[in-house]
């Protein structure tokens, strides 16, 4: 292993060919932060397993994959239908390799005050206020995750909430790899600003095409909720197995305002599911909530930051990780509570189930607390599926693979529960039984 | 129906039954009682299929069929049920979605239909009628929060659906309280036939004042010392089990 804390990321050469075409580079204040972005990237690279937050998830075979950003468009012929909402009303944006596809989308009518739109659409239209909160949010700190998304992110999706405003429909985003072009990469960017009182539920999706190939996701989400706002945040990632997800998700969240992050990871060969929560305020809530299923050689990272730097906050993560073949999971799960944070109460559970002797997981449960009056926990279990259990379901007459199977989806039940969407629920629910291929029963 | 003979069983080399006879006619009702650690349980989990059993020798028939050649599965399909001294929990899993689960798999190995969402909850009420079961304890996780009594209730809910041709009630009364008792043996005694058999495996004499056996047998030392009718029951009953070695239970 090498003794550096990073190596060199051949990719951002790449920046100099392609930043005058990325959409608002007329615009000084972005092209200075994505030159910022790239320059980082040039002078840091990729962080080595030298570095704490990736010690256990290398990045080398990103480095070594030869991604090129994604060109102009190519014809992306047929693509996957995601029917993860089961045709309840939604705002539906859909992107293809990371640009957004006008053709699949469809965007109901929105009620007073809020805006949805594609990023790509937005700096086109010279929206001045995204100045206020791109790359502020999520700012240039070193994580190379971070710094790539604002280097090369052209489009993407852009909620904004004023005050008191209620989007009752959710915002579907469905990001598609087409596979159109070899070894693709790209950057999507989210926005969300709710103002005070206001309230949305955000899905995403992100599939690959059957036969993508290898390509890159690098999505980053930049999320702002005013005081006492609502934000649900759910997402599956069902990437292709060739696939690379490498996800971040920051989020700021004032006074009394409550963000739920739901998310079911079936895909992808390598894949990192970062959030960052910060509590800008009093009495803020929030549940993370991420269930990763691996098989085969599949490496899934789960890597979860709460910050509590105000009191009275409450947040929540749960990890639920099954793990079978030679498959490699990573739960890596942080509660700070800073000095003025009295009464947090903080909770962190993560657990695995193992179904193979060659399946691997990491789990780091990390808690600071710097503050005396506070109720914070963590747990982590890792084991098998239940002799006991799978005794009594056989003994009813139910064969051992399908208890197998009944018992796998009932140690998701926790996580998808907490899905206030129906359809959404049922699809993450046939998401297991799909994975473990079963999808007819269900 | 059941026939055992000269059954030897070691748990991690160690020899708990050690040469059991027993011949189970359809219709009997059988009580095997006996001291604690005396191999109660072992027959019980022999008979449904539990793993870590060693069968060092002996052989059991069930139907005419070897049993112990039998997955647990197919043991449940081809009609043996055993009823769970501690019944386990399952978070997540409806208790629902797992009666149905569990009936069909029954119906499709006797080649029967099987039932439709509708048609089952359908035969749900009926049986949850006649064993006095709320309808509340299925919509929740299967046994997830209830007590020992509804948790046996359960037990013998499911007995009452898959109409089991040899049910094994291991100390089905303990943690029963003398009402659920009742429930619980009125359930068993309604199952009665000329067709079904029972073996009651029981510390206590108690549930045999609710679901009288044809035959009571003795289990100790990890062979059966005594055998006789209902009255040996109540002498048990008088006179403890010091005869038979309680003190040495393993």
Redesign the interface.
């Known amino acids: 292993m090498s003794a550096r804390r990073s190596f060199e990321f051949p990719y951002v050469e790449q920046f100099g060919a392609v930043s005058g075409g990325l959409p608002g580079a007329a615009q000084p204040w972005l092209a200075a932060l994505r030159d910022d972005a790239a320059a980082r990237l040039r002078k840091h690279g990729l962080p080595s397993a030298r570095v704490e937050e990736w010690k256990y998830t290398s990045l080398a075979s990103l480095a070594e994959a030869g991604f090129a950003p994604v060109g102009a468009p190519a014809d992306a012929g047929t693509l996957p239908a995601v029917d993860h909402l089961g045709g309840m009303p939604a705002h539906r944006l859909v992107f293809v390799d990371g640009r957004l596809d006008a053709a699949r989308s469809y965007r109901g009518a929105l009620p007073e005050g809020v805006t949805l739109v594609s990023l790509a659409g937005a700096l086109d239209a010279g929206e001045s206020w995204l100045e206020d909160y791109l790359g502020r949010i999520a700012p240039l700190n070193g994580n190379a995750l971070v710094s790539v998304n604002t280097a090369f992110a052209g489009d993407g999706c852009v909620l904004r909430l004023a005050p008191r405003a209620h989007l009752s429909d959710p915002v579907h985003v469905v990001s598609v790899a087409s596979g159109a072009s070899q070894a693709s990469a790209f950057h999507p960017r989210l926005l969300v600003v709710a103002g005070a009182g206001a309230a949305a539920t955000l899905v995403e999706s992100h599939v690959g095409a059957a036969g993508a190939g290898a390509y890159w996701t690098n999505p980053l989400a930049e999320i702002s909720l005013g005081e006492g706002a609502r934000l649900n945040h759910y997402r599956i990632q069902a990437d292709g197995p060739q696939g690379f997800h490498l996800s971040a998700i920051r989020a700021r969240l004032a006074a009394q305002s409550r963000y739920d992050n739901v998310l079911l990871s079936t895909g992808a060969a390598l894949s990192r599911n970062e959030i960052e929560v910060d509590f800008d305020g009093p009495g803020g809530e929030c549940r993370i909530a991420s269930g990763a299923l691996m098989r085969g050689h599949q490496h899934a990272d789960t890597t979860i930051l709460v910050d509590h730097a105000h009191p009275e906050c409450t947040s929540r993560q749960l990890f639920k990780g099954v793990l079978d073949d030679s498959a490699h999971g990573v739960f890596q799960g942080k509660i700070v509570v800073r000095p003025d944070a009295q009464k947090t109460d903080g909770h962190q559970l993560s657990r695995a189930l193992l179904l193979s002797d060659k399946a691997e997981i990491d789990t780091k449960p990390e808690l600071e607390i710097f503050a005396d009056d506070v109720k914070c926990s963590h747990g982590a279990t890792v084991g098998e599926l ?4 799978l ?10 693979e ?1 208890a197998r199977h ?2 796998i ?6 996580v998808v529960a907490l899905v206030e969407i129906g359809p959404l629920r049922d699809a993450m629910t046939r998401a297991v039984a799909d994975w473990l291929g079963t999808g007819e029963q269900v | 129906m059941l026939s055992i003979e000269n059954l030897h069983v070691a748990v991690d080399g160690k020899e708990i039954l050690k040469g059991i006879d027993l011949e189970v006619k359809a219709g009997e009702v059988h009580a095997i009682m006996g001291p604690n650690g005396s191999g109660k349980s072992t027959l019980s989990y022999i008979l ?4 870590g059993y060693e069968v060092t020798e002996g052989r059991v028939t069930f139907m005419g069929k070897d049993l112990l050649d039998m ?3 197919v ?3 081809e009609g043996i ?2 009823a ?1 001294q501690y ?2 929990e ?4 409806g208790t629902q ?2 009666l149905k ?2 009936l069909n ?2 119906r499709r ?1 006797r080649g029967e239909p099987e039932l439709d969402a509708m048609q089952f909850l359908k035969l749900m009420r009926e049986k949850r009628a006649e064993l006095g079961i709320g309808e509340e304890m299925l919509r929740r ?1 299967f046994n997830v929060g209830a007590s020992g009594g509804e948790k046996k209730r359960n037990e013998v809910l ?1 007995m009452a659906l ?1 109409e089991p041709k040899l049910a094994v009630l291991d100390e089905t009364d303990s943690g029963l309280d003398i009402d659920a008792l009742k429930v619980a043996a009125e359930g068993v005694n309604r199952l009665r036939s000329p067709e079904r058999s029972t073996i009651i495996i029981t510390h206590y004499q108690r549930l045999l004042n609710y679901i009288v056996p044809d035959h009571v047998h003795v289990l100790a030392h990890g062979k059966i010392a005594r055998s006789g009718g209902k009255e040996l029951a109540h002498e048990l009953e008088e006179k403890g089990y010091a005869e038979f070695g309680e003190a040495d239970a393993a």
């Not at chain 1, 239940?386 to 259990?389: I, M, S, T």
């Not at chain 2, 399952?90 to 899993?93: E, N």
């Open positions: 239940d002799d006991e259990a005794f009594y379901f056989r003994s009813r007459g139910i064969d051992e399908r009944m018992l989806e009932a140690f998701f039940d926790e | 449904s299929g539990r793993g997955e647990p599965e043991r449940a399909r049920f055993l769970f019944p386990v399952i978070p997540g899993v979605t797992f689960e569990s798999s029954v190995h996780p499911q898959l």
